[in-house]
């Protein structure tokens, strides 16, 4: 099935240390993006790609890190400059550049202990 | 400063009613409008867009109206159904590309049987 897959659903890190979040779709989609849901909020974006070796900064991008090696990979880092990293986080795809309709995973829950 | 504003945070309708989900934008210059749902435990699917050139986009069950003067769009959902039970995110945008939409919190509807 084509689809978009995060992992891990839950992650907990202590303060202080970095931890991937991983992204991997099989939909051909060439362009991936990365949001963070917090209760009361809207989804806001972190980074988004369009092509390999490309990426480009959301609106709340600053503790965050991404790589786009692969077409089908767009794994996020949580850096410990992160203030608040304790959130939902999903990752999305869609074809056509950045128009179209978004494709998402289920999310992974990150809580800082 | 939510741009885009879902102030009703759930919504419980009778099966076969009619589901209103209100969604409010401060925004003048957002032209691009769509609707995600949401069930638990998966991403967000795409339900209906609207382009500001129009004030009202129907898919089946569902219809979107868009008020550009009040800023303010509904989407209609007749006649309810026990599957439309989830989460709905309104959101919206200047142009249609992706990285540019500004999402609101979410609504849960639930419909009773």
């Known amino acids: 099935d084509g689809g978009i897959t995060q992992s891990p659903k839950y992650l907990f890190r202590k303060e202080g240390q970095n931890v991937t979040l991983s992204c991997e779709q099989n939909?051909?989609?060439?362009?991936m993006y990365w949001y963070r849901q917090d209760p009361g909020q809207g989804l806001r974006l972190i980074y988004y790609s369009q092509i390999v070796n490309d990426f480009q900064k959301g609106d709340i991008a600053e503790g965050y890190s991404v790589s786009r090696e692969k077409k089908e990979s767009f794994p996020l880092t949580v850096t410990s400059a992160q203030k608040n990293p304790t959130a939902f986080y999903l990752c999305?795809?869609?074809?056509?550049?950045?128009?179209?309709?978004?494709?998402f995973g289920e999310g992974s829950r990150l809580t800082v202990l | 400063d939510q741009q885009v504003k879902q102030n009703s945070p759930s919504l419980s309708v009778q099966e076969g009613r009619i589901s209103i989900l209100n969604c409010d934008y401060t925004n003048s210059m957002f032209d691009y409008f769509l609707w995600y749902k949401k069930y638990p435990a998966e991403g967000p699917t795409f339900l209906i867009s609207?382009?500001?050139i129009k004030d009202k986009n129907e898919d089946g069950r569902f219809t979107v109206f868009l008020n550009k003067s009040a800023k303010h769009l509904s989407l209609h959902i007749v006649p309810s159904q026990p599957g439309d039970s989830a989460v709905y995110f309104c959101?919206?945008?200047?142009?249609?590309?992706?990285?540019?939409?500004?999402w609101g919190a979410g609504t849960k509807l639930i419909i009773k049987p």
């Open positions: 999305a795809s869609s074809t056509g550049g950045y128009t179209g309709e978004l494709f």
């Open positions: 939909l051909n989609h060439d362009a």
């Open positions: 609207i382009s500001s």
């Open positions: 959101a919206g945008s200047i142009g249609d590309s992706n990285y540019q939409l500004i």
